[in-house]
């Protein structure tokens, strides 16, 4: 067990019933939050969450007037990736994050302020059904009665609206907007609340499955946007367990190989591998020359088609029903590798792939999709030895038909690997992730943008850093740059192995069973109870400055990126407010190559109205009036904001005065901290502000008195040093 303070293991039934928003804003822990409201002893924390502040920061031991233990590397870990051992990852299928965790507390879900703005006054969350809005819209009745939405590629640009995000009533139909809480799917919930959760995962393609599940498997469609393909084994670009194998790097994907159909056995088409040339047998023994090739394909331990559970469908003899028996025999060899002294050890690299009904299909049902994957992590942390050397990611290859507000990550038209003819192949809607592992113990959200090439780059990271490299050879550079590599959602510095209680799985099961709501029935003890999570720190920060050339009526939003690893880029929208008319046009954004987003304000009487948005809440929302050059006599507002990084990051506003009269400024606080400040600022002067953030984040509008409608908006992060 690690020797972690208890303040810093949350406990996921905890919370007060009325939390204040400030409080849910300060990232603290459930307990901490308890604490800030009086009803545990002891001082809350109100700062120090960047890092490894959670670790060794904890400040007052409850009524002893003492600092809380530092944090103590448990035996057997090195504190860096090394101790990471083992890489299991589990997909499920067809849920958008808005639709899971939109309303869950300190997640980018339905209290974005920070959300794409549409030119009529509403937002990404009211969407346009002919004269009249839909909004999100919560449902308490969710087990298998969800159909029939659109998830097509066609269906997914529909929605996209050419980058404007304005059409998915039109695409996909009013049930695109139900989602369901902690009361519907409280296992999941406890489980985000319990480890780390990545809200800004979006998936590959705005399509299907099979199209978004070769991008996990292979780092690309390699043009496919559609269903079809999954078993023919016609396939023969390089796929990742291929660079697995070359590197050395041991592999395998569990799976019940029973058929291709809906049940609750075989693989539901979710192991694309098995269309791969590569992957293929015509038989299992080496009777002749022809196919001695396929003895070594089917060899135990290191054969592709072994090791890819791609052997031509037969019956397993798996029970075709929701028991435990089924499970036990669907993960039959999972649950055997994961013994201690195993036949088969338990590969670096493994896949776990559900039959249909396990797989949280929304004509399914989330409840046996939890408990499915329950089993996977139980059995996991049922060898100690194992668990603590071991990373599950968990997500979903698409999102059905269902809505989720945040833009997707958009390239310019050209860039090569990125379009299907004249349209993007993605990135497509958020889908829930979550890393469950010793290092993201705690309660933490992640911001960074990934996607599902994001776990074979992860793959990569690891294997290099263990003298083994497993490259891929399909991701493009794009999309190397936009999505991370999940360190950044790692703190291999601080694992904390203990195994949080979490609602049962077969109770929520036995409900489902009986048609019931969840909402309403299950047991008070395993309703998710939890509180906001806290954001994970990252080393970069885009910026946007603002220009103004009054000698030809052009003003520039500058963009540009600080910080990341080398490559690392950011995709940044921008969009008219007024004036022209509501489109989309994208930029992508590094270190070395900043871009710069022009508006002809001479076109439009000296008028301009724009906003860049961006990943992790970043917006720049520029609205004024362009002065002739030497028009003077009145005030002429200026502004220049800098990102000031640190354990304590801060803005610095510095608001200017380039008239013969004095400008009035009010600097208001859209969200986060800083209130409502006043300044005067003489002529030829300057006043300098130093804004605050809270956890880095900041969201501030400043205005100024001129009759010009100048109003500029400066939201987002900025970078956090780690401890």
């Known amino acids: 067990m690690s020797s972690e303070p208890e303040d810093f293991i949350p406990d996921p039934y905890e919370r007060a019933e009325t939390v204040p928003p400030e409080v849910l804003r300060s990232g603290l822990s459930r307990r901490g939050m308890l604490k800030a409201l009086g009803l545990l002893g002891g001082a809350a924390v109100l700062g120090g969450t960047t890092g490894a502040a959670w670790a060794g920061q904890a400040g007052q031991a409850a009524g002893a007037g003492r600092r809380a233990p530092a944090y103590v590397l448990p035996d057997g870990f090195a504190g860096d990736i090394s101790d990471l051992k083992h890489v299991v990852v589990l997909v499920q299928e067809n849920r958008a994050f808005d639709h899971y965790y939109g309303a869950l507390p300190g997640v980018r879900g339905f209290e974005d302020k920070q959300a794409l703005r549409f030119q009529n006054g509403t937002d990404v969350f009211s969407q346009p059904s002919g004269a009249s809005f839909v909004k999100p819209s919560r449902v308490t009745t969710v087990a298998g009665t969800t159909t029939g939405l659109d998830h097509s590629y066609s269906g997914g640009l529909g929605a996209w609206a050419g980058g404007r995000y304005n059409n998915w009533i039109g695409a996909k139909g009013p049930s695109t907007m139900n989602y369901v809480t902690g009361e ?22 705005m399509g299907p ?16 946007t559609d269903n079809g393909g999954e078993s023919n084994g016609t396939r023969t670009w390089q796929t990742y367990p291929e660079a697995l194998q070359k590197a050395g790097v041991s592999w395998r994907i569990y799976v019940d190989n029973s058929n291709n159909g809906s049940s609750w056995v075989g693989d539901y088409t979710d192991n694309p591998i098995r269309g791969f040339a590569a992957f293929t047998t015509s038989g299992s023994t080496a009777t002749d020359a022809a196919n001695r090739v396929d003895a070594v394909k089917n060899a135990p331990g290191t054969g592709l088609v072994w090791r890819a559970g791609s052997a031509p469908y037969a019956p397993t003899g798996a029970p075709n029903n929701d028991s435990d028996a089924n499970l036990n025999a669907v993960l039959k060899d999972f649950i055997a590798a994961c013994q201690p002294g195993a036949a088969q050890p338990f590969p670096q690299v493994s896949w776990v792939v559900a039959p249909y009904g396990w797989t949280e299909h929304p004509s399914a049902n989330p409840e046996h999709g939890a408990h499915f994957s329950n089993r996977v992590i139980q059995t996991l942390q049922s060898n100690p030895e194992l668990w603590k050397s071991t990373l599950l990611i968990m997500t979903f290859d698409e999102n059905d038909g269902y809505y989720d507000h945040v833009l997707p990550p958009f390239a310019e038209p050209g860039t090569p690997g990125e379009y299907s003819g004249s349209t993007p192949i993605g990135y497509g809607a958020r889908v829930p992730a979550i890393l469950v592992s010793p290092w993201t113990r705690g309660g933490w959200v992640n911001s960074e943008t990934f996607d599902h090439t994001s776990i074979l780059q992860f793959l990569e990271t690891w294997t290099t850093a263990l003298g083994t490299p497993a490259l891929s050879t399909t991701i493009t550079q794009w999309r190397r740059g936009i999505s991370g590599d999940l360190t950044s959602a790692l703190d291999f510095a601080h694992p904390v192995v203990d195994i949080p209680s979490l609602p049962d799985t077969e109770a929520l099961v036995q409900i489902a069973r009986a048609g019931g709501t969840i909402s309403t029935q299950v047991p008070p003890a395993d309703k998710w109870d939890g509180g906001a999570l806290r954001p994970r720190p990252l080393s970069f920060h885009p910026h946007g400055t603002f220009e103004e050339d009054r000698e030809t009526g052009t003003v520039t939003a500058r963009l540009s990126l600080v910080g990341g690893a080398a490559g690392k880029a950011v995709s940044l929208q921008a969009f008219p407010d007024k004036y022209l008319p509501f489109s989309n046009t994208p930029h992508t954004v590094t270190a070395a190559s900043p871009a710069a987003y022009s508006w002809d304000a001479a076109a439009h009487d000296g008028r301009y109205a724009f906003t860049v948005y961006g ?35 801060t803005l610095t506003i510095a608001l200017h005065d380039d008239g013969l009269q004095p400008v009035h400024y009010t600097l ?56």
Not at 209 to 224: E, F, I, K, M, Q
Not at 680 to 701: F, L, R
Not at 703 to 721: C, K, N
């Open 209 to 224: 499955t099979t199209p978004n599940r070769l991008y996990h498997w292979t780092g690309t469609s390699n043009g496919v």
């Open 184 to 205: 519907e799917i409280p296992w999941q919930w406890s489980l985000a609340s319990a480890y780390t959760i990545c809200d800004a995962w979006h998936c590959s393609v």
């Open 668 to 723: 208001t606080a859209n969200d986060f901290a800083g209130g409502t400040r006043s300044v005067w600022v003489h002529p030829g002067a300057t006043e300098t502000i130093t804004w605050p953030t809270t956890d880095g984040y900041y969201d501030v509008v400043v205005t100024a008195a001129t009759g010009t409608g100048w109003q500029h908006r400066y939201a987002g992060r900025v970078a956090q040093l780690t401890a």
């Open 615 to 649: 990943p992790d809440g970043f917006v720049r929302s520029h609205a004024g009036t362009v002065l002739p050059a030497g028009q003077d006599n009145a005030g002429v507002p200026r502004v220049d904001v800098a990102l000031v990084a640190g354990s304590e990051p």
